[in-house]
């Protein structure tokens, strides 16, 4: 059977969906070479009666399958980040229930996990002191801490719109580093995911905040398990990367370029922390066991063709690619709805969703392509898209 999908420039194509899936069974040796984290999304529940600007009604049994379904390939799961919608839809009391939960779960499966640590259950009347912003964090690390989780200290929109200058943020962050009681993974989060964090550590000048940051990691080191950057900027990755202290990893959170920078150079390489690895996962996994046995080229062949998808996913504006990564689970049968908490289901156009439809089954990602093809059917006829 062939498709109809509407194209971008208006009018439509056919496709002709493939009928077997690519053959990535869970299980398979603990990845060895890297550190590989998959960001993880939230499944909403349909039924909740609730508005966009309600706090988030989760369906916790679908979204505690969605990672164990991660952990079973080998994957680290990356809690409470921005995949989750994290400050779009989850608020803070979501979040710490995700994290309390989702900690639990990982215990009981032996799974790795890593939590976001933000400030976002500051209101604007609350949040507009460093002391109002560095006991938020202190909260939220504190709750992160008694689950047994690795912390991720996330950017601070709180901290953006308060600190003055560098010194600011270095003496929040050496504050918070101080209290941590294990390594933590320093989260930088560029603009194009979210706007509010424009001229974090202190500058818009890259080059300026780029020294900042690593002032902080090299006045903690003991306390710094990596950094994860977040700036689709591969050559400012390296170039940082280079300047780590020694035992001081880098988790690539870019998108657009993860295959080269987790395949790395003769001078290092890149873990990885990304949202991408949510649709991914077992694709991901398959990679890096590939990578492990030192095949470069061969984990190349597998994780290159799935740039395009990425790509697509992560287009400006880039903050909405939850939206595409909640809809190919849906599509591979992880959840039975396409809707998510605040209504960011809507946030993608028909042909931005068939596009990413197209190019995730031409991956051969859907473990049940007659699933995928029927559900992306119902789709198209809500939107009177006859086939």
Do not use: N
Not at 187 to 215: N, R
Not at 300 to 314: A, G, I, K, Q, Y
């Amino acid at each position: 059977m062939t498709l109809r999908l509407p194209s971008p420039g208006g009018g439509s194509r056919t496709y002709t969906p493939r009928s077997e899936p690519a053959r990535l069974a869970a299980g398979g040796a603990p990845l060895a070479s890297r550190t590989v984290f998959s960001a993880a999304h939230v499944v909403a529940d349909p039924y909740a009666d609730i508005g966009p600007d309600a706090p988030a009604a989760v369906d916790w049994d679908a979204t505690l399958a969605f990672r164990r379904h991660l952990w079973s390939h080998g994957l680290g799961v990356a809690e409470a980040m921005d995949t989750a919608q994290r400050g779009m839809g989850l608020d803070w009391a979501g979040a710490a229930e995700l994290i309390r939960r989702s900690a639990a779960e990982a215990k009981a499966v032996g799974g790795r996990i890593a939590c976001g640590v933000g400030t976002d259950q500051l209101t604007p009347a609350t949040g507009g002191s460093l002391d109002g912003v560095r006991a938020a964090y202190e909260e939220q690390l504190a709750l992160v801490e008694e689950t047994g989780s690795q912390a991720i200290l996330m950017a601070s929109r709180a901290l953006a719109a308060t600190a003055k200058s560098p010194d600011d943020y270095l003496a929040v962050y050496a504050h918070l580093l101080r209290q941590a009681t294990e390594p933590v993974v320093l989260h930088w989060l560029g603009p194009m995911f979210d706007p509010a964090l424009e001229g974090y550590w202190g500058s818009t000048d890259l080059d300026a905040a780029t020294e900042t940051f690593l002032q902080v990691i090299a006045e903690h080191p003991d306390k710094v398990d990596g950094v994860k950057i977040s700036l689709l900027d591969a050559r400012r990755e390296i170039e940082l990367r280079r300047r780590l202290p020694k035992g001081v990893r880098c988790y690539t959170g870019d998108d657009f370029h993860y295959p080269e920078l987790i395949a790395g150079d003769e001078r290092g390489f890149s873990h990885a922390l990304l949202g991408i690895f949510d649709p991914l996962g077992p694709l991901a996994a398959e990679a890096v066991r590939v990578l492990d046995t030192g095949d470069t080229k061969g984990f190349r062949e597998l994780l290159d063709p799935t740039v395009e998808l990425s790509r697509h996913l992560f287009q400006p504006p880039t903050r909405f690619y939850k939206t595409g990564v909640v809809f190919l689970a849906w599509l591979a049968g992880h959840q039975d709805h396409f809707a998510m908490v605040g209504g960011l289901q809507s946030a993608r156009s028909l042909p931005h969703l068939a596009r990413a439809y197209e190019l995730a089954d031409g991956l051969g990602l859907f473990p049940d392509p007659a699933v995928a093809e029927a559900r992306m059917t119902s789709l198209l006829s809500v939107y009177g898209v006859d086939q």
